[in-house]
């Protein structure tokens, strides 16, 4: 079945620092992925998203990679803030009859020490 | 700029009482989406609707029930409550074709 998982449940990083996390996917035929960050008792929060006809996106600060040669995905965070302190979901857009689900890996804390 | 806004946001209930969770998407979105979520879990799919119509449905029980509205808002019922459906729900409401979901700050059900 569809599966998407993250490889380290917790990461932690001295402030400034920059900070990789991981996924890996199982779907090869899902066309479309996005990271969200979840901070304690809130709803996630979109950060960056990325198609499979890219292998780079970058936002502020962040940069999602795309690898779908081994469907690896990963983000990657500059000059890490202690606002950074989250769980990170990466999750995989599926399209199945016509109908979209999107579906999470398992999260990673990301702690950013100061 | 306009939120998926989801009521309540607490809840507590007791076994085998019944909840009923409000979703109000963004504006224009056609598509919405209920996720369940346990301490320390990730966000588990349950149920979506594409157009008012049940688009998609993931692990919800039969006890569960869901629908939406003519004005889009959508309602996820719940009935004979269990101490173990005791979790973060959220909504999220997008626009298909891969543009992206954006969720609400969710309801935090307690069941005693």
């Known amino acids: 079945g569809e599966s998407v998982g993250l490889h380290l449940p917790t990461l932690s990083v001295q402030e400034g620092d920059n900070s990789i996390i991981n996924c890996a996917y199982s779907n090869s035929a899902s066309d479309y992925f996005i990271w969200y960050k979840q901070e304690s008792g809130k709803g996630p929060q979109f950060i960056i998203d990325i198609r499979s006809n890219m292998d780079k996106r970058q936002g502020q600060r962040v940069t999602v990679l795309l690898n779908k040669t081994v469907k690896h995905l990963s983000l990657q965070i500059a000059a890490t803030q202690p606002g950074d302190s989250a769980v990170y979901f990466c999750?995989?857009?599926?399209?199945?009859?016509?109908?979209?689900?999107?579906?999470f890996g398992t999260g990673t804390r990301l702690t950013i020490i100061p | 700029a306009a939120g998926v806004i989801q009521s309540p946001r607490h809840l507590i209930k007791e076994k085998r009482e019944t909840a009923t969770l409000k979703c109000y998407p963004i504006?224009?979105?056609?598509?919405v989406y209920w996720y369940q979520q346990g301490p320390g879990q990730d966000p588990q799919f349950l149920i979506s609707f594409y157009e008012k119509m049940q688009s998609d449905k993931g692990s919800i029980p039969d006890r569960f029930s869901a629908q939406q509205f003519s004005d889009y808002h959508s309602e996820l019922n719940m009935s004979s409550l269990e101490l173990g459906d005791s979790a973060l729900y959220f909504c999220a409401s997008g626009r298909t074709g891969g543009y992206g979901y954006t969720f609400g700050s969710g309801t935090r059900l307690t069941v005693v």
């Open positions: 504006p224009r979105h056609d598509t």
């Open positions: 999750a995989e857009n599926s399209v199945n009859f016509g109908n979209e689900k999107l579906t």
